[in-house]
């Protein structure tokens, strides 16, 4: 939400930059792009054929307007060229079932809820929206083989109020990299997907510049606004 509702909304009464003072991301865990088991695709490549294919494009669930899974459906729209009729849902929960069941075909889940579904067969996973391989799911590749540049997070950080004493930022950092770093805390993000990585507060606050960049473009090119 930090990196994305400065572009949603225009009644904001703080703003995230002035405000706040990053200390250090925690974790980023990527979508996972899961269709319909009977859906005859494969690849990220095939669902991108598929939906060219579709005379009147094809229906994405989200798990609600201006979500994550909102914006890397609008992603998927803008970088492949393809027409996507976005089914807005009321949380992953219900888009879920509805995947499930066939109602909607195609679904950008977030990385962690999903994970138990694709191992049993009852969604079938594409992509994911991070990098590399995930551990939990290592058959899974990227998204940005296929489409160089796709990428999406969701993603956890600390902030302090604007002005906090660079002493203590700097002393949380490391508390919070330290835990972080610890095989029981890896061990257990690694089997929900949820990335780590070591971090100062500059190379944070370099992060959430880019994501506000990122998300707020596609927010624009989207025309989406919730406020």
Known sequence: AYSINGALYSNLSFDYTRDFDPVALVSLVPNILIVTPSLPVKTFADVIAYAKAAPDGIDMASSGNGTLQHLSLEMFRFMTGSKVNHVPYRGGG????????GQVKLFFSNGSSV?????????????HTGKGRLKSLPDIPPASDTVPGFEAYEWNGVFVPHGTPTDIVRKLNGTINAAIASSEVRDRFEQLNIE????????????????MARWGKIVKEANIKLG
């Open 94 to 101: 219900p888009a879920l079932n509805d995947v499930m069941s």
């Open 115 to 127: 994970v138990g579904l694709i191992q049993a067969g009852t969604v079938k996973a594409i992509c």
């Open 196 to 211: 780590t990585r070591p971090n100062t507060p500059d190379e944070f606050r370099g992060f959430v510049a880019d994501q």
